[in-house]
């Protein structure tokens, strides 16, 4: 990841390693859990192969592709290198194989959690618990990355972490255009442009005040999670 | 308004002093008029608080986001002082606490306008006959600025036009897009993205033919003013 | 076309003179058919004159803006030349005289096929058999202005593909949210976006071994065309 080069105060000890090689897996974890959510919702409404696979990069980048198009942050990064694209591309023939076209979900109804495949599939596509815990995860990794990025092209801090909730929760928004739905985000339900909201609002906190790097990216990340978890355990609801 | 400042000629008057006052004045009532409007909006289509704070700010900047996005005017007004979303959120808490999510909508069904309470709600939230009056004269307000900045901007007075209806009036056109309806704006009713046409015309005029300051600015509010006002009135309607 | 000067790498010869023209022509007809196809569809839809205008400027030139705002290409070219916004002006005003707000289509079901107007007509607003013909044409065309766009702004070859695909089907995709309904486009159908992918893909190949200026351009023409009919005229869907 290039541009997480750009920070230049990693500490040069073993845990900043891990932090990199943990923001790394988590950015792709995140990239390929929402094209898959994006290709699956395409399916169950009824979209084709092109549907599908222009969803899921809405998914995946949508929220990214906005952040960058409001700050004139060129080239945009899913234009400049290609992995992006292919990844989603990848995820996207998955998906479009294993999902048919249907109003109904043939495969939450009908799958019977057995074996690895069906394991892969429920996790990737969105019907295992499971989902619930990573999703939060990459929640809080989008809402870093959008801060970050807002904070380091000189937004004032008052106003970077809503650029977090852009980059985490606006390629939602945009699927649900497409779907022609109100968009889920801004209805009543559990927290969720909440909880990417309080880890922005703590990672702009440390920034503010200059603390050193794992800090805040780890503070982001974890209150993040928790607002989201804690709201998802307990079914606390936005009004 | 920095943005103000860039037009280097008022008169050394009391009278551009005025104006001066006169267009902070109604720039600010435009932002404050349009940030409840959408709130109102979206908390009676069953949006919860953080739905309705964006679309407060759809509403409110929308129209001039698309401009700029359109011109490529960097960084864009609201990212760059904190001073709009902070308005617009107090404007949002202050209507998600007065207007409960409902289909219907209890304050213009139920409230009776015997105090001064009821006054300022029903003045910032849209049931009272002055609303019109305010929301035309913000109109033309938005169809100034917007050709304003496309004209300094070095876009063709044939063309500039255009830039000042956007900015008058596709902060409701991207709110109608989430609320999943066809825009009202592009329905048949009475003149609205016309009167800010025909002032945003008249500007351009006086610009082209570099009459100085007030007039451009004056025929401009003034002209759409009476389109709309006199299209509410006779309820002349689009076809 | 200013911009097709850039390529700079014309053949001086007859035929590259001829290809010019044809371009050019193309590309006209092109935006005056989308215009076209814009504001029928407006009408049918119940939308006003202005909204009919709207609709007719984003199927015409929604696709390329689309593409110019995510490679960062500015100024737009329908903002620093008047031409274009004149141009579906003119075809917007003659449908909004010639076609009736309504929900069916009074052009369709009444009109004799038996004068010169009316060929006119039913080609420019597409109830004819030869739209089609005419629209897989400027489908490659726009395929291929948006991935030669995309190959001079540096963007990878791997990527430049999909700027030609949303240069050529963008538009409706647009129009189709402002319509509320799922963009026709990502529902199964003839081979739409795929063919405009095809001939871009061809376009690409071309470039990447610098084959010198006409055969990309009319392998993409081509190969777009036969894709498109193809699966027109057998009847071939996507999935």
New interface residues.
């Given amino acids: 990841m290039k541009a997480l080069g750009r920070k230049g105060h990693f500490m040069d000890t073993g845990i900043s390693e891990f932090l990199l090689v943990f923001q790394t897996v988590v950015q792709w974890i995140a990239i390929i859990l929402s094209a898959s959510s994006g290709v699956y919702d ?1 399916r169950r ?8 696979l ?2 899921a990069v809405i998914v995946a980048v949508g929220g990214g ?1 906005l952040r960058d ?4 942050r ?3 990064f ?5 992995i992006y ?2 990844s989603i591309l990848i995820v996207g023939v998955i998906g479009i194989i294993l999902v048919p ?1 249907s109003k109904g979900s043939l495969i939450t109804e009908n799958t019977v959690h057995n074996d690895l495949f069906n394991a892969v599939v429920s996790l990737m596509f969105g019907t295992s618990g499971s989902f619930a815990l990573i999703d939060a995860i990459s929640l809080g990794m989008w809402a870093y990355l959008g801060t970050f990025y807002a904070l380091t092209s ?3 801090p ?2 970077a972490p ?1 650029m977090g909730v852009i980059t985490a929760s606006f390629g939602g ?1 945009l699927r649900d ?7 889920e ?5 559990q927290f969720y ?2 909880a990417s909201f309080a880890g922005a609002a703590a990672y702009t906190v440390c920034w503010t005040f200059m603390i050193p790097y794992p800090t805040g990216f780890l503070a982001c990340i974890i209150i993040t999670f928790l607002v989201r978890m804690i709201s998802v355990r307990y079914n606390i609801t ?2």
């Fill in positions: 395409a409404n009824g979209l084709d192969y092109f549907g599908a222009v969803i592709t198009i409001l700050l004139g060129y080239p945009l899913w234009l400049q290198d290609p694209l292919i076209i000189g937004i004032p008052l106003i809503v928004v255009v497409f779907f022609v739905k109100i968009p985000l801004f209805r009543p339900g442009a909440l936005s009004f």
